[in-house]
DNA sequence: GTCCAGGCATGCA
DNA sequence: TGCATGCATGGA
């Protein structure tokens, strides 16, 4: 990777493995939106950006090169040698087929608090819902960062809402979910921080005492909000895609199932059922 | 009208 | 420990 600074902007070369489409809108992440231009804004650690790639492969980002630094290579997981680990994956063969067919998915290091809370409306619920109530919730309740885009509200902001007014954004019935665990992390029940820190089976115990956290809800948070790339959230789609591992997942996925996982998720939304 | 979606809590055996 | 059931909402 090489970075060089425009005005207003900055330009990444030689960047490896990143689809821009197939990695902010394949259902890890909820606030990416396509632009007329064909860039990408969305928002996450309080900052907005602005991100397209070039016809030369350059991907041009709108911030400075300090949020850079402190937000974005992070978010994109930008040190990491996704190359190596997809020519791993592919020693399984559907892996590779769907490597061929949707190369440039990465595994996205969102806030952990954005990603429990995203999760929790994610459960029994389509990418389009949730996608709406999660920008119905940052618009309501986050502060403007930047024209039109919030940043997504902490759990302090979220504490003072009423179940109701989770209910009111399309929630349902995990508004009471959702109260509970704004008022938990910021009586100190529950420090996100703290299972940030642990190992990974502690987190996912720590995670699953939280209510409405279920394994699915909980290997999603430790997936994408977590860096455990080794988590394998199981939702409906993969289910489908498990009939065709009979005698559980190979080998070569060990350390990466959650990268793995998600190229699976989306061939199975794509071609199952 | 029915079925489904990045499921979970609850009750019961 | 495992299984059945109810749960909010909106799009297909």
Redesign the pocket.
């Known amino acids: 990777m090489i970075m060089t600074e425009d005005k207003n902007s900055i330009i990444l070369k030689d960047i490896k493995c990143l689809n821009l489409a197939l990695t902010l809108d394949?259902?890890?992440a909820f606030r990416w939106e396509k632009q007329k231009d064909g860039s990408w804004s969305g928002a996450a650690y309080g900052k907005f950006l602005n991100i397209r790639q070039n016809d030369a492969g350059d991907f041009i980002l709108k911030t400075t090169a300090a949020d850079f630094e402190k937000v974005w290579k992070h978010y994109f997981d930008l040190n990491r040698d996704y190359e190596n680990i997809c020519s791993k994956l592919k020693e399984d063969s559907l892996v590779s087929s769907t490597i061929d067919a949707y190369y440039g998915i990465r595994i996205l290091n969102q806030d952990p608090w954005e990603a429990l809370v995203s999760?929790v409306i994610?459960?029994?619920?389509?990418?389009?819902?949730?996608k709406g109530i999660i920008k119905k919730l940052c618009c309501t309740y986050g502060k403007e960062i930047c024209d039109g885009w919030y940043s997504f509200p902490d759990a302090e902001t979220l504490s003072r809402l009423s179940v109701s007014d989770f209910?009111a954004l399309?929630?349902?019935?995990r508004g009471?979910?959702l109260k509970k665990l704004a008022d938990d992390t910021v009586s100190g029940k529950i420090n996100l921080y703290e299972i940030k820190n642990m190992p990974l089976e502690q987190a996912r115990t720590a995670l699953?005492d939280?209510?409405?956290?279920?394994?699915?809800?909980?290997n999603?948070a430790l997936l994408?909000g977590f860096r455990f790339t080794e988590c394998f959230?199981?939702?409906?789609?993969?289910k489908r895609v498990l009939d065709f591992y009979p005698d559980g997942l190979p080998e070569c996925f060990k350390g990466y199932e959650g990268i793995a996982?998600?190229y699976l998720?989306h061939w199975a939304?794509n071609n199952l059922?």
């Open positions: 394949c259902g890890q999760f994610s459960q029994q619920n389509n990418i389009k819902r949730i209910e399309g929630t349902g019935y009471k979910y699953l939280i209510y409405g956290v279920g394994i699915k809800v909980a999603c994408f959230p199981v939702d409906v789609w993969m996982q998600q998720f939304r059922k």
